[in-house]
């Protein structure tokens, strides 16, 4: 288990903690987003899905056997069951504090430390879902602060139908020319695998006013070649 964070030369980039500090407590936990909000993190990325009874819920994979043992499907279980689930901690024991977290959850942590909410639409939500979500987080106070991503863009244009001006995302692992258009068209920005990236890529994309987000990026070499090329937010599970 990670010690603390790895520094590299962002230059004018900004970094996305992945899941939270996800490289020292585990992903998409309080503690992962109280371990970015004590840090420099312009952003905390996270993952919401729909309960069986309507609720949303915090957690990347459909289930929950990799982080707690126990074979749960995600939209298939009520959001009760779900909070009830122990979570393991870096070293692979349950800790009885971790727990998956409400959505109302993370919304106040990035809230209380200023941070910028990176939150990935992992269901196939519903208009009335999507509406629902951002109402959630208007009355928080904090829809101002958050990007939503998505790898189905059909759940931004979803969003961008309710608030048309909100920060979008589209999340993919390879890029194109037609990508380009169609972002700029939507008036939407890019998170793409970095490994996708070439300072070219870049170029067009910013020619075309997208800015780019890209992730995972772990390693300093990477997160600094990738600064070079001017990529506007890197999201990582360690690099600060």
């Known amino acids: 288990m990670a010690a603390n964070t790895i520094k590299f030369n962002k230059q004018n980039t900004l970094v996305v903690a992945h899941r939270g500090v996800s490289g020292l407590e585990t992903e998409n936990t309080c503690a992962a987003f109280v371990a970015a909000g004590n840090r420099s993190y312009y952003g905390v990325e996270t993952d919401v899905y729909r309960t069986a009874d309507g609720k949303f819920i915090i957690n990347h994979d459909g289930n929950l056997k990799r982080i707690a043992g126990e074979d749960l499907c995600v939209e298939q279980v009520s959001f009760d069951v779900l909070r009830a689930a ?19 959850e993370y919304i106040r942590i990035c809230k209380k430390y200023g941070k910028i909410c990176v939150l990935e639409l992992k269901s196939n939500f519903t208009d009335e879902e999507i509406a629902r979500l951002c109402a959630m987080i208007e009355q928080l106070g904090y829809l101002d602060g958050v990007t939503f991503i998505a790898f189905n863009i059909e759940n931004l244009i979803k969003v961008r139908a309710l608030y048309p001006d909100q920060s979008c995302q589209y999340l993919t692992g390879d890029i194109s020319d037609e990508m380009i258009a169609k972002l700029a068209e939507l008036g939407m920005d890019l998170d793409v695998h970095y490994a996708a990236l070439t300072k070219e890529r870049v170029d067009a994309f910013h020619k075309a006013g997208i800015k780019i987000n890209c992730w995972t990026v772990d390693n300093a070499a990477d997160g600094e070649r990738l600064a070079d090329w001017g990529v506007d937010y ?3 599970n360690i690099l600060e």
Do not use: E, M, N
Request: glycine residues 10%.
């Open 86 to 104: 122990v979570l393991y901690d870096k070293d692979g024991v349950q800790r009885g504090d971790l727990h998956l977290a409400s959505v109302d």
């Open 234 to 236: 890197i999201t990582s």
